[in-house]
């Protein structure tokens, strides 16, 4: 019933845009902290970004920040991550998580995973 459905992958060319969503279902969104983690090829999944339940308070791991931001629609239940300027190295599945933010709380928790979207960036 808890289930949280990401959507929005896909292939696309160095410097271009795609925006992620995370639809929540069985729970209310805005009383979590959402985390966007990501897993390329062969490497450790990794927190990407996140947003906290209480004031909105977001993060970035360094490598993405000023090209992606996460937001909120409490009306549609929904997290968004807007990935701009894309870049190989950001390849990968994306996974939204609640609780999901800091990221290390993923470590404490047994959270509620997406079952993930891919991301291809490649010429």
């Known amino acids: 019933q808890v289930q949280l459905v990401e959507s929005g992958g896909g292939l696309v060319q160095p410097g271009g845009s795609l925006r992620l969503s995370c639809a929540a279902s069985g729970f209310i969104l805005d009383n979590y902290a959402i985390g966007w983690f990501r897993q390329a090829p062969g490497k450790e999944r990794e927190g990407v970004s996140c947003?906290?339940?209480?004031?909105?308070?977001?993060y970035h791991t360094d490598s993405v920040k000023g090209r992606f931001t996460i937001s909120r629609d409490n009306a549609k239940n929904t997290v968004y991550l807007q990935m701009n300027n894309l870049k190989p190295e950001d390849t990968g599945v994306y996974y939204c998580?609640?609780?999901?933010?800091?990221?290390?709380?993923?470590?404490?928790?047994?959270?509620?995973w997406g079952q993930g979207t891919l991301v291809t960036v490649s010429s």
């Open positions: 998580v609640a609780p999901g933010c800091p990221f290390a709380i993923t470590e404490l928790a047994e959270p509620t």
């Open positions: 947003i906290m339940s209480v004031d909105d308070t977001t």
